[in-house]
């Protein structure tokens, strides 16, 4: 029975499309999230009309991946060393 649902989550995640709809969708979360005053929700609704077009399951993993890379950006602490350097006018 476990065998069986690991199989079938493996076929659906391990999917190149999915992966790279993830992917993209991260990047755009990350992009998201570096900008001031944007929400990450708000670039989850925003990404909500491209996957009109998509199956559920890509759907959800872009619109995961949007969120997911918007929370890493808004934790300081995974970026900061480049944030460090952008922001310091100082650091040589």
Known sequence: MIDV???????????PVTLGLM???T????????????TIAMG??????????????QGLATMLGVFV???SFKKPELFRLPLI????????
Do not use: K
């Not at 990047?27 to 944007?38: N, R, S, Y």
């Not at 350097?85 to 040589?92: L, M, Q, T």
């Open 27 to 38: 990047l755009a979360g990350i992009l998201a999230g570096a900008i001031p005053g944007f």
């Open 69 to 71: 890379g918007g929370f």
């Open 85 to 92: 350097a952008v922001s310091n006018p100082n650091a040589s």
């Open 5 to 15: 649902i690991l199989q079938a989550f493996a076929s659906i995640v391990l999917d």
């Open 23 to 25: 992917f993209v969708g």
């Open 44 to 57: 989850v609704i925003l990404t909500l009309p491209f996957t009109f077009g998509m199956t559920a399951v």
